[in-house]
């Protein structure tokens, strides 16, 4: 439902295919195009990455092992491998706001850096320009050390987009993106989770 909801904003997504035994991830694997990454899908596994739970693998045999490991946890996904700064974007429901964007730095250190902005929802370009300036590592997405600068309109479209999912999906009480890869050609995203309010 989610990826739905983010490709309906034109936010985009990494390819990815769900297996549920090792012939099909072995194929999937080969159809993306290596080196894929494979994740568990298991409500048991909340945080992937803490748990092992994450495998980039540069080759079929190394594909095959992983997804061995993962299917005793569930399922396996699958997914084209992405790279560029990692970013985070997120929605939360603030008691006194309401619905607000949240956008930082990402990937497993988001909590460690904590570098973070917010507006209410929906918000503008301009409200997207000032997010990113207001972020301790916007320099990252200016290219340091031999890296071009990231696709900037992809990023703000992205943040902009993201804004206008409360006016479609309006029981939602947290929403992470991240990481959100952005490069100097595109953004994509390759882990969301949401949380939706019980009625």
């Given at each position: 439902?989610?990826?739905?909801?983010?490709?309906?904003l034109?936010?985009?997504?990494?390819?990815?295919?769900?297996a549920?035994?090792?012939?099909?991830?072995?194929?999937?694997?080969?159809?993306?195009?290596?080196?894929?990454v494979?994740?568990?899908?298991?409500?048991?596994?909340?945080?992937?990455?803490?748990?092992?739970?994450?495998?980039?693998?540069?080759?079929?045999?190394?594909?095959?092992?992983?997804?061995?490991?993962?299917?005793?946890?569930?399922?396996?996904?699958?997914?084209?491998?992405s790279?560029?700064?990692?970013?985070?974007?997120?929605?939360?429901?603030?008691?006194?706001f309401?619905?607000?964007?949240?956008?930082?730095?990402?990937?497993?250190?988001?909590?460690?850096?904590?570098?973070?902005?917010?507006?209410?929802?929906?918000?503008?370009?301009?409200?997207?320009?000032?997010?990113?300036?207001?972020?301790?590592?916007?320099?990252?997405?200016?290219?340091?050390?031999?890296?071009?600068?990231?696709?900037r309109?992809?990023?703000?479209?992205?943040?902009?987009?993201?804004?206008?999912?409360?006016?479609?999906?309006?029981?939602?009480?947290?929403?992470?993106?991240?990481?959100?890869?952005?490069?100097?050609?595109?953004?994509?995203a390759?882990?969301?989770?949401?949380?939706?309010?019980?009625?």
């Amino acid at each position: 439902m989610l990826d739905v909801a983010l490709q309906s904003l034109n936010i985009p997504i990494a390819k990815f295919e769900v297996a549920t035994n090792l012939k099909q991830a072995e194929r999937f694997a080969k159809r993306l195009g290596f080196p894929v990454v494979l994740k568990a899908v298991s409500a048991k596994v909340v945080h992937k990455t803490e748990a092992g739970g994450v495998v980039i693998a540069r080759d079929a045999a190394e594909a095959r092992s992983a997804a061995a490991r993962l299917l005793k946890l569930g399922k396996v996904l699958v997914q084209e491998h992405s790279s560029g700064v990692e970013m985070f974007l997120g929605i939360k429901r603030d008691p006194s706001f309401g619905h607000v964007l949240l956008a930082g730095v990402g990937g497993i250190f988001v909590e460690v850096y904590k570098d973070v902005s917010f507006r209410v929802c929906p918000i503008s370009r301009k409200d997207a320009e000032s997010m990113l300036a207001e972020l301790k590592g916007s320099r990252l997405l200016e290219g340091v050390r031999g890296q071009k600068p990231v696709n900037r309109k992809a990023l703000l479209d992205s943040m902009v987009e993201l804004s206008k999912l409360p006016d479609k999906m309006p029981d939602i009480e947290e929403l992470d993106v991240n990481p959100l890869f952005a490069n100097d050609k595109e953004v994509l995203a390759v882990d969301a989770r949401i949380v939706l309010s019980r009625k």
